[in-house]
């Protein structure tokens, strides 16, 4: 089994900054994590590739695939899912950029560990990004499958004093809210020829490593409950007397980190939104 940090970045819209993301936060994984990451740019326009092929290279693996739209879904799936495999068996983080289309089912989702959504903080994108959530709140509340974590990340900030206030909206599945990904006019020069995370412009670099150090720790923590229900699972298929259990129970309290993120999100209550304790710098919440 892969352990490969799968990212999907998406939204059912342009121009919030997906491809932005999903170009620098690649940049951050492979730069300044010196992880092995690989960039999937399912988009038409393929921005975020380009964006990767044309900028100083830093060892980002760059695929761009044009789904088929108009070959029924089957086809599109089969096509994702055979790029996604390519890359998880020799990377150690894929980032996929993809507008998102009906011709993949809602299925489609749980491939990843994380699924990111970029949202400017203006009506009508809020708007665009509550229907796509809770659109597919089933897949992220599942409980018959492990869903991946939904991350809001509110993309062209431009004043950090209120983009927390403007999630007052009634999401129907829990997310995290990633520290904002903040708007800069000087931003727009840097497509094609430089990531966020190497610039000189200091408040531009250091905003986007804020950034990617959460969902890198928002990875990490996903890959340990993973590994801690992996196991927890066999130990039950080995062995289902109340002996074991209660030994698996007592092995699992010898990991204090993964115990302290369990309880602290079943602790966390409709309506209300805390600060995690790990990672100190993302928020999770649910209103409604």
């Known amino acids: 089994m892969s352990n490969a940090l799968k990212i999907l970045i998406t939204s059912q819209k342009g121009g919030v900054g997906k491809s932005t993301v999903s170009a620098n936060l690649a940049a951050y994984f492979s730069y300044i994590s010196g992880k092995k990451t690989s960039l999937i740019d399912f988009d038409h326009q393929a921005t975020a590739g380009k964006w990767v092929k044309k900028a100083y290279p830093i060892g980002i693996d760059c695929m761009t695939v044009d789904l088929p739209n108009a070959k029924g879904s089957g086809i599109a799936l089969l096509k994702a899912k055979e790029a996604l495999r390519k890359c998880v068996d ?98 727009n020069e840097f497509f094609g020829t430089e990531f966020f995370v190497m610039t000189t412009n200091k408040e531009i670099r250091e905003n986007f490593i804020e950034f990617g150090r959460s969902i890198e720790q928002l990875g990490e923590i996903e890959a340990d409950l993973k590994l801690n229900t992996r196991q927890n699972a066999l130990t039950h298929k080995v062995s289902g007397s109340i002996l074991d259990r209660f030994r698996a129970v007592r092995n699992s309290s010898e990991n204090p980190s993964v115990r302290a993120a369990a309880n602290d999100s079943a602790r966390i209550k409709p309506g209300g939104r805390i600060k995690a304790v790990i990672p100190s710098f993302l928020m999770m919440g649910r209103d409604g």
């Open 90 to 187: 020799t990377m150690e983080v894929v980032i996929t950029d993809l507008t998102w289309t009906d011709v993949l089912p809602p299925d489609f989702l749980f491939e990843f560990d994380l699924v990111l959504v970029p949202s400017s903080l203006s009506r009508v994108e809020l708007d665009s990004t509550l229907e796509f959530v809770n659109r597919f709140s089933f897949v992220f509340n599942s409980r018959l499958r492990n869903p991946p974590k939904l991350v809001i990340v509110p993309s062209r900030v431009d004043n950090l004093q209120t983009y927390e206030s403007i999630f007052s909206k009634s999401f129907n599945a829990g997310f995290f809210l990633s520290p904002p990904v903040m708007y800069s006019t000087s931003a």
